[in-house]
């Protein structure tokens, strides 16, 4: 589904400056850009360790795990992603057929600020709500705290007994939104 934003600011807060953002199922064709962005973000943003780099680059495994969607800005240019988790489990953050997730939220470092992550949150809601879902759940790293104050102005509160760690060093903070 492609839809035009021209409500943008409306999701934004008034901040998005640029009127020609979209939302769609991300392509095959999206992937390189998706997974050079999402290593970017998060490794030379100090937000993941090195060898977590593999599996932020592995956009083909995170499409048959979930729908990904991107946010397109001037010339289709991909400026942020997210993966939607409406069936099954991905990075165990769903505990039941009720449950939405969303995986590796990302924006373009250049586009920060002006509330693009907030337009991909909101659509995840909306779709996660047209799928019938009750809850959206998410995991976030502790050292992502402009991501955490996002969840947060959106309603999301913790959920600390689920907070969980993958591997030593890696503390992740769980988030829930009854919908």
């Not at 499409?63 to 489990?89: I, N, Y």
């Not at 165990?92 to 250049?110: F, I, K, Q």
């Not at 659509?123 to 502790?142: D, F, I, P, W, Y």
């Not at 600390?160 to 503390?171: F, L």
Request: aromatic share 6%; net charge negative.
């Amino acid at each position: 589904m492609r839809e035009e934003w021209d409500r943008a600011s409306y999701y934004a807060g008034g901040v998005v400056s640029t009127p020609a953002l979209r939302i769609d199922t991300a392509s095959p064709a999206d992937y390189d850009r998706i997974a050079d962005l999402t290593v970017r973000t998060y490794i030379d943003g100090g937000l993941a360790s090195p060898g977590y780099a593999a599996e932020l680059a592995d956009v083909a495994g995170r499409a048959r795990k979930a729908e990904l969607l991107v946010l397109r800005g001037e010339g289709d240019r991909v400026v942020g992603s997210v993966a939607l988790v409406l069936q099954g489990d991905f990075g165990e953050v769903t505990e039941s057929d009720d449950d939405a997730g969303v995986r590796m939220l990302v924006v373009d470092p250049s586009a920060q600020g002006r509330g693009l992550g907030k337009m991909l949150m909101t659509e995840c809601l909306e779709r996660s709500r047209a799928a019938g879902k009750r809850r959206m759940v998410l995991s976030t790293g502790s050292r992502m705290t402009a991501a955490q104050r996002l969840y947060e102005r959106l309603g999301f509160t913790r959920v600390p007994e689920r907070d969980w760690t993958p591997v030593p060093g890696v503390d992740l903070l769980v988030y829930s939104l009854y919908l």
